[in-house]
């Protein structure tokens, strides 16, 4: 069954159905299995530099996909860099090499970080981004803030890097930058620059949203699958009043968050005039979902929620994480309110 209900191309379909097979012989693969296996380092390259050309609904189809493998993470923030060089410098040399996954790229933007550095006017970078998702093993960075896109290459002498592991399993780096000017690669400048870094920004965010309701509805399968197992007073305890209403408002709140989500994706893929609103309104309603599934899921399963022995411990943890990434509750609210004003 799929996880998202958009209209998809044969392409699409063919991409999605893929990834199931594999997926179903490979539960953990890391970045050398989706980049060997699936060819995904270029989803979102251009064809002439030998990648599939893909946009937010390729995108959002893998992420749902790899989201209960909890191998998204660092796909997401390579494939929204790859995006994102790819329109601001379409003919840049470094394309083909991230395309066939020989070096890797990782996203800096308000979405992907939960700091980010200064960039001067004159193209120097200085200070940190904090807990930059794939940017432990990347090669290059591409910085989008305010008014500037950069691409920077992960030297030593520029970037300073410390790699945290993260409560979900997943790996983050805090990256001290000390670039000069005419040491990154400007891409992008002033409007141009605001409108690939809102572009950004949107793909991230609905990445993981179609991630995080994956993971919403894996824990719920589970949970149904465990009523009907767990035997309490001589009767399963799904026969249970009390639980059977826990189940249907996790439902509940499962269905809002994809049908968010999947107007979101969309909206980034057409580039909607509601693009802002909408992608704002499926985080707040994820969130608001990742809770309410998250905790129900864990008081249906009671201790063992949580444990190593089950992977809807695994699977809570990073839909948190997801929730968190997310940024402010109040930030995608006033979002909201400017775009519909």
Same mark, same amino acid.
């Given at each position: 069954?799929?996880?998202?209900?958009?209209?998809?191309?044969?392409?699409?379909?063919?991409?999605?159905?893929?990834?199931? $097979?594999?997926?179903?012989?490979?539960?953990?693969?890391?970045? $050398?299995?989706?980049?060997?296996?699936?060819?995904?380092?270029?989803?979102?390259?251009?064809?002439?530099?030998?990648?599939?050309?893909?946009?937010?609904?390729?995108?959002?189809?893998?992420?749902?996909?790899?989201?209960?493998?909890?191998?998204?993470?660092?796909?997401?923030?390579?494939?929204?860099?790859?995006?994102?060089?790819?329109?601001?410098?379409?003919?840049?040399?470094?394309?083909?090499?991230?395309?066939?996954?020989?070096?890797?790229?990782?996203?800096?933007?308000?979405?992907?970080?939960?700091?980010?550095?200064?960039?001067?006017?004159?193209?120097?970078?200085?200070?940190?981004?904090?807990?930059?998702?794939?940017? #432990?093993?990347?090669?290059?960075?591409?910085?989008?803030?305010?008014?500037?896109?950069?691409?920077?290459?992960?030297?030593?002498?520029?970037?300073?890097?410390?790699? $945290?592991?993260?409560?979900?399993?997943?790996?983050?780096?805090?990256?001290?930058?000390?670039?000069?000017?005419?040491?990154?690669?400007?891409?992008?400048?002033?409007?141009?620059?605001?409108?690939?870094?809102?572009?950004?920004?949107?793909?991230?965010?609905?990445?993981?949203?179609?991630? #995080?309701?994956?993971?919403?509805?894996?824990?719920?399968?589970?949970?149904?699958?465990?009523?009907?197992?767990?035997?309490?007073?001589?009767?399963?305890?799904?026969?249970?009043?009390?639980?059977?209403?826990?189940?249907?408002d996790m439902q509940l709140a499962a269905m809002k968050a994809a049908a968010l989500t999947e107007?979101?994706?969309?909206?980034?893929?057409?580039?909607?005039?509601?693009?802002?609103?909408?992608?704002?309104? #499926?985080?707040?309603?994820?969130?608001?979902?990742?809770?309410?599934?998250?905790?129900?899921?864990?008081?249906?399963?009671?201790?063992?929620?949580?444990?190593?022995?089950?992977?809807?411990?695994?699977?809570?943890?990073?839909?948190?994480?997801?929730?968190?990434?997310?940024?402010?509750?109040?930030?995608?609210?006033?979002?909201?309110?400017?775009?519909?004003?």
């Amino acid at each position: 069954m799929a996880t998202l209900d958009l209209l998809l191309s044969v392409e699409q379909q063919m991409l999605r159905d893929s990834l199931q $097979r594999f997926l179903a012989d490979n539960t953990s693969p890391g970045w $050398r299995n989706l980049v060997d296996s699936l060819g995904l380092a270029g989803l979102a390259v251009p064809q002439v530099h030998h990648g599939f050309g893909g946009g937010a609904i390729e995108i959002a189809v893998v992420m749902a996909e790899l989201g209960p493998a909890l191998a998204g993470s660092d796909w997401l923030s390579h494939t929204a860099a790859t995006m994102l060089l790819s329109q601001a410098a379409p003919d840049h040399a470094a394309l083909c090499e991230l395309a066939t996954g020989a070096r890797r790229a990782a996203l800096i933007c308000a979405a992907s970080s939960a700091a980010m550095p200064i960039v001067e006017a004159d193209g120097a970078v200085r200070g940190t981004a904090a807990l930059v998702a794939g940017g #432990a093993e990347a090669d290059l960075f591409l910085l989008a803030d305010g008014d500037a896109v950069l691409l920077i290459a992960a030297d030593r002498d520029k970037v300073e890097q410390r790699h $945290r592991i993260m409560h979900d399993g997943s790996v983050t780096a805090d990256l001290s930058f000390t670039v000069k000017p005419g040491e990154g690669s400007r891409l992008a400048t002033g409007a141009a620059a605001r409108t690939l870094v809102e572009l950004g920004n949107d793909v991230v965010l609905i990445g993981r949203c179609a991630e #995080a309701v994956a993971l919403i509805q894996r824990m719920i399968a589970n949970s149904a699958l465990y009523l009907g197992q767990r035997q309490q007073f001589g009767r399963a305890i799904g026969s249970f009043q009390a639980l059977r209403h826990r189940v249907a408002d996790m439902q509940l709140a499962a269905m809002k968050a994809a049908a968010l989500t999947e107007a979101a994706i969309v909206a980034v893929d057409q580039d909607l005039s509601d693009r802002a609103s909408t992608v704002s309104a #499926a985080c707040v309603e994820v969130a608001d979902a990742v809770r309410i599934v998250g905790e129900g899921a864990v008081q249906i399963h009671g201790a063992m929620g949580l444990t190593e022995e089950l992977s809807l411990g695994g699977h809570f943890k990073r839909a948190l994480a997801i929730a968190a990434a997310m940024g402010p509750r109040a930030d995608h609210l006033a979002r909201f309110a400017e775009a519909a004003a």
